[in-house]
């Protein structure tokens, strides 16, 4: 009886908590239809709630009336709840990713793993590259991801070439394109539906093997201190 009696308050519980998201979410959509605000969820703190408002985590009261802007510390453990979020709104199932379409790489024991989308004509994916040459024991996935019409074909050529991984160096570091045929089999369109399937709006896009989904340049210092403080 007393487990039963448990059960039905845990029941109660969690009904009031959708009721109460689903309650504020009508709300702010009747009174607020030009803010989008996405992935409502109550938080451990009584009467406050997260959501995504313009791809940035924000908090809100149960009266829909003011947003703050912020991270929510847990104080007991000093846990940044709102770094939580982030990973969980930015997430991606990283064993369903299709490496066989990619350039893979390994560096020493490829411990640490790694999934870019890059375009051979995007700055930040060349100054990304420099970074990548620092890191040590990880295995890189390069998932060619030309957004730009006059990078589909040098795509193209160095997943043709004998040596991809080579033919890709030379076309980032030192300019030289590729000589291969851009008619064989290749994953190009393909990976233009993933890109845009996981959201990848631009590119450099990477995406850690804890699913953590990162756009835009990023440092090998981020991409080694990311891994030590997740444990990767």
């Excluded at 064993?95 to 890059?118: E, R, Y």
């Amino acid at each position: 009886m007393k487990k039963l009696s448990l059960l039905l308050l845990a029941w109660c519980c969690s009904s009031l908590a959708v009721a109460d998201v689903a309650s504020l979410n009508n709300q702010l959509k009747r009174q607020y239809p030009n803010l989008n605000f996405q992935n409502i969820a109550a938080t451990e703190v009584h009467g406050i709630y997260s959501a995504t408002l313009d791809k940035q985590i924000v908090y809100l009261d149960e009266a829909g009336q003011h947003v703050m802007l912020g991270s929510m510390i847990r104080l007991k453990d000093q846990k940044n709840l709102t770094q939580n979020l982030v990973i969980q709104n930015n997430h991606v199932d990283w064993h369903s990713l299709p490496f066989q379409d990619a350039l893979k790489q390994v560096k020493g024991n490829g411990q640490h793993q790694l999934a870019i989308f890059v375009d051979p004509n995007c700055p930040y994916c060349k100054k990304l590259e420099k970074e990548l040459d620092k890191l040590n024991n990880v295995t890189i996935y390069r998932f060619l991801y030309p957004i730009r019409p006059q990078s589909i074909v040098p795509s193209k050529q160095v997943w043709c070439s004998p040596n991809r991984n080579y033919a890709w160096d030379n076309l980032m570091g030192r300019g030289l394109t590729p000589t291969a045929s851009s008619t064989c089999a290749n994953p190009i369109q393909r990976n233009l539906q993933l890109g845009q399937k996981l959201k990848i709006e631009g590119t450099p896009g990477l995406i850690f093997a804890n699913g953590y989904r990162a756009l835009g340049y990023t440092s090998a210092e981020q991409i080694q201190a990311f891994w030590q403080q997740n444990g990767l």
